[in-house]
């Protein structure tokens, strides 16, 4: 089995920087895609970016200019790097994966999810 685990959320202030972390263990994957999702207090987990093993992204239109993801494909992980950060980015943050590669790009469903990491974003 596969298990992901996140860190590096936390509080940061209107227009900050965080990066987040998100690391495999366990089996090992290769030319998989990861991502990460977030859910806000009481609203559906929604999708944040994307990247395939070759380091193809697709962000969500809402992130898109201020988080990059990025992988280490050594190390099994992925980051998100979120700047410009705002109160509506406050959500658990989740890290996802693939078994294996993709069918289509971007990927619809994915094989792991790890435990949440929370963002908090103050004004």
């Known amino acids: 089995q596969v298990q992901l685990g996140e860190s590096g959320g936390g509080l940061a202030q209107a227009g900050e920087s965080l990066r987040l972390s998100c690391a495999a263990s366990g089996r090992t994957l290769s030319r998989n895609t990861m991502a990460w999702f977030r859910q806000a207090p009481g609203k559906e987990r929604e999708f944040v970016a994307t990247?395939?093993?070759?380091?193809?992204?697709s962000y969500a239109d809402s992130v898109k200019g201020r988080f990059t993801i990025s992988r280490d494909n050594a190390r099994s992980t992925v980051y998100l790097q979120m700047n410009s950060l705002k109160p509506e980015d406050t959500a658990v943050y989740y890290c996802?994966?693939?078994?294996?590669?993709?069918?289509?790009?971007?990927?619809?469903?994915?094989?792991?999810w790890g435990q949440g990491t929370q963002v908090t974003v103050s004004s």
């Open positions: 996802a994966a693939t078994r294996y590669g993709y069918a289509r790009w971007p990927p619809v469903e994915y094989d792991y």
């Open positions: 990247i395939s093993w070759s380091g193809s992204t």
